[in-house]
Nanobody
Framework: QVQFVESGGGLVQPGGSLRLSCAASVSFFRLYTIGWYRQAPGKQRELVGYITNGGSTNYADSVKGRFTISKDNAKNTVYLQMNSLEPEDTAVYYC????????????????WGQGTQVTVSS
């Protein structure tokens, strides 16, 4: 039984901040690459960024400098701190672990949750 539960979404003004949480119920949490993904209306799901088992992070160009991924291994939780939010950031945000080092490996995903809605609007 593997579960990722996203939370923290909501409605924010452009330029605002939001912190998303991803609570993972999975064994060997520390060993997985955990990615944040988002899907905007009418668009494909995209990788926002990820954090490796070693704590290294990587981000999509669209969010670099604005978003920060961190994790708390003791809590089995990954966070996505979003600053300087833009309307283009509006999407449903998901987190997921991947058995593969590649956070986009199609066969490595552990479990998709329901996501959390982030809406950036004035």
């Amino acid at each position: 039984q593997v579960q990722f539960v996203e939370s923290g979404g909501g409605l924010v003004q452009p330029g605002g901040s939001l912190r998303l949480s991803c609570a993972a119920s999975v064994s060997f949490f520390r060993l997985y690459t955990i990615g944040w993904y988002r899907q905007a209306p009418g668009k494909q799901r995209e990788l926002v960024g990820y954090i490796t088992n070693g704590g290294s992070t990587n981000y999509a160009d669209s969010v670099k400098g604005r978003f920060t991924i961190s994790k708390d291994n003791a809590k089995n939780t990954v966070y996505l701190q979003m600053n300087s939010l833009e309307p283009e950031d509006t999407a449903v945000y998901y987190c997921n672990g991947n058995r593969n080092g590649d956070p986009s490996n199609l066969f490595g995903f552990l479990s998709w949750g329901q996501g959390t809605q982030v809406t950036v609007s004035s």
